[in-house]
């Protein structure tokens, strides 16, 4: 009987992980791979650049060291350590889930992929990561660097975007995860996608994978992977109110389900067409606070985009006539510290000259 000869085992992840034990980066989590420091940075590291994530990521832990501490954490208090950083439902989702873990797991996070999926928050990716770096299981990371890479060196034709081709890559990076340590290999092929194997020219010459690409051998590195056309982006017009009163002026805080929820920012709202801007400053104040409002002069535009829509807001100042305030809280400039605000308000405020940017 003859036995099927089994495929040579490949060489690129031996040069990978001689590559990343060279060339990694000294970032905080990597020096300590503790599974709660894993997790934080992951989850601060989605959607951000890891130079800016360094400083969130060593403020945060310097209070809430632990899983019970962010647990235990006032929620306003963990959304101000998060100010800046965007995408405030993660900041919630992780507070709920350390809650979560305090009350049925003892404080820890469970030490399999499979137990981390059942996790809120913990979907494929940060599970495989946690699992992987933090507890040794043998599970690939397959983010947008890692299906970079992979789209070159095998020549995907698949959309990076589909689920079913993430599935495949994760499919084919478990033979080659197998006989490497799990979190070395992970973390090297996100750190090659972010330093080397980059969206836009690519060091080639550099890869420890060059000699197996198929995209740098044919010349189509620029042109893989294969990317769906991105859509416009809608932009609307805001105006929002700094209404003072005796030397305070009114904030008001988003509702906790929505967008940027429990967040707080000035009040205002959108600006219908055809409307004019101190009208509809006088209409978004009043729906916003109860207050009627007298509008003064113009005093700042600010530009601000998020991930699928992105905003003009025209300010003015504003004085009380009358109303109930409601829900409204009152600020001196110098407490502006004191609130999570959103990333609109805090330019906002430094349009106006009253608080730094951040």
Known sequence: MTVPSRSPRPAWPDRLIAWYRRSCRDLPWRR?????RVWLSEIMLQQTQVDT???????????????????????????????????????????????????????????SFAALRELPGFGPYTAAAVASIAFGEAVPVVDGNVLRVAARLWALEDDIAQPRTRDAVFARLLPPIADQPPGDFNQALMELGALVCRPRCPACLTCPLQPDCVAAATGRTEELPVKRPRKAVPHRLLAAGLVWRERRFAVVRRPV??????????????????????????????????????????????????????????LYGCTVLGGDAGAVRWLAPAEIGSLPFTGAALKAFAAMGLADPG
């Open 257 to 314: 389900a929505g967008m940027l929820g429990g967040l707080w920012e000035l009040p205002g709202g959108r600006v219908e067409e055809g409307e004019a801007l101190p009208a509809a400053v006088a209409r978004t104040v009043q729906a916003a606070t109860g207050l009627a409002v007298a509008v003064g002069a113009p005093c700042g535009t600010i530009h601000h985009a998020y991930s699928h829509f992105s905003i003009t807001q025209e």
């Open 53 to 111: 994530v360094i400083p969130y990521f060593e403020r945060f832990l310097a209070v809430c060291p632990t899983i019970a501490a962010l647990a235990a954490a006032d929620e306003e208090q963990v959304l101000r350590l998060w100010q800046g950083l965007g995408y405030y439902s993660r900041a919630r989702r992780l507070q709920q889930t350390a809650q979560l873990l305090v009350r049925d797991y003892g404080g820890a996070l469970p030490d």
């Open 32 to 36: 300590q791979p503790e599974p709660y």
